[in-house]
């Protein structure tokens, strides 16, 4: 691993807390009777954690040296990674079924996760561009939780947070460019997660 990037590990584990403050609301705090939370929820839920699980034991898998059990934690995700992208399915189609304009945070979600994935995959024996692909594809997961950390914590309007967390992530992109930079490294994976965000932003505020 890239000695700038060793402890990329540890900002992955970020997404724990996060997850659990923007999750707490309105699912994690009906434990156990989940009375309100349909059997999609659930499922979608665990799908995303296991997910997630993987993301963050990567990196430190390999700062280890454990390339072998990194490999086979790889190959796992060629069957989780699908059943990911499927578990957004029944809530694109009912939010698609009703006309709400949310089915845009789903949707672009699930696309730019399988962009970011196939990259990831196909550039997977050149390590710097795998890697840097697979940062992309967490900075995603910031999407959904911090979305709800700031509507339903810190009361902020649809509008204002989202586009708070699209500039939160131009400025983490922006800082890896800059790192790579300086360190001579192919920055090239970085500029292309951007311009998908651009895009992301640029959708949310025509449709909002």
Same mark, same amino acid.
């Given at each position: 691993?890239?000695?700038?990037?060793?402890?990329?590990?540890?900002?992955?584990?970020?997404?724990?807390?996060?997850?659990?403050?923007?999750?707490?609301?309105?699912?994690?705090?009906?434990?156990?009777?989940?009375?309100?939370?349909?059997?999609?929820?659930?499922?979608?839920? !665990?799908?995303?954690?296991?997910?997630?699980?993987?993301?963050?034991?990567?990196?430190?898998?390999?700062?280890? +040296?454990?390339?072998? #059990?990194?490999?086979?934690?790889? +190959?796992?995700?060629?069957?989780?990674?699908?059943?990911?992208?499927?578990?957004?399915?029944?809530?694109?189609? +009912?939010? !698609?079924?009703?006309?709400?304009?949310?089915?845009?945070?789903?949707?672009?979600?699930?696309?730019?996760? /399988?962009?970011?994935?196939?990259?990831?995959?196909?550039?997977?024996?050149?390590? !710097?561009?795998?890697?840097?692909?697979?940062?992309?594809?967490?900075?995603?997961?910031?999407?959904?939780?911090?979305? +709800?950390?700031?509507?339903?914590?810190?009361?902020?309007?649809?509008?204002?947070? #989202?586009?708070?967390?699209?500039?939160?992530?131009?400025?983490?992109? /922006?800082?890896? /460019?800059?790192?790579?930079?300086?360190?001579?490294?192919?920055?090239?994976?970085?500029?292309?997660?951007?311009?998908?965000?651009?895009?992301?932003? /640029?959708?949310?505020?025509?449709?909002?």
């Amino acid at each position: 691993m890239e000695k700038a990037y060793k402890n990329l590990g540890y900002f992955f584990l970020l997404l724990v807390p996060l997850a659990f403050l923007g999750f707490y609301k309105r699912y994690l705090s009906q434990f156990p009777e989940f009375q309100e939370t349909t059997t999609y929820i659930h499922i979608h839920t !665990a799908i995303a954690s296991i997910w997630l699980f993987m993301l963050i034991i990567q990196p430190f898998l390999i700062r280890n +040296r454990k390339y072998k #059990q990194h490999r086979i934690v790889g +190959r796992i995700s060629y069957f989780v990674f699908p059943l990911l992208i499927l578990s957004f399915i029944p809530g694109i189609m +009912r939010m !698609a079924s009703s006309g709400s304009p949310n089915l845009f945070f789903p949707l672009s979600d699930a696309i730019m996760l /399988i962009i970011l994935y196939s990259l990831a995959i196909y550039h997977r024996k050149n390590v !710097a561009k795998h890697m840097r692909y697979m940062i992309g594809i967490a900075l995603v997961f910031l999407d959904p939780t911090l979305g +709800r950390i700031g509507v339903l914590l810190l009361k902020l309007s649809d509008n204002v947070n #989202q586009n708070a967390l699209c500039v939160l992530i131009y400025l983490i992109l /922006i800082s890896l /460019i800059l790192l790579d930079r300086k360190n001579e490294k192919d920055y090239q994976p970085y500029l292309l997660i951007l311009s998908l965000w651009i895009i992301h932003q /640029i959708t949310f505020n025509l449709i909002f």
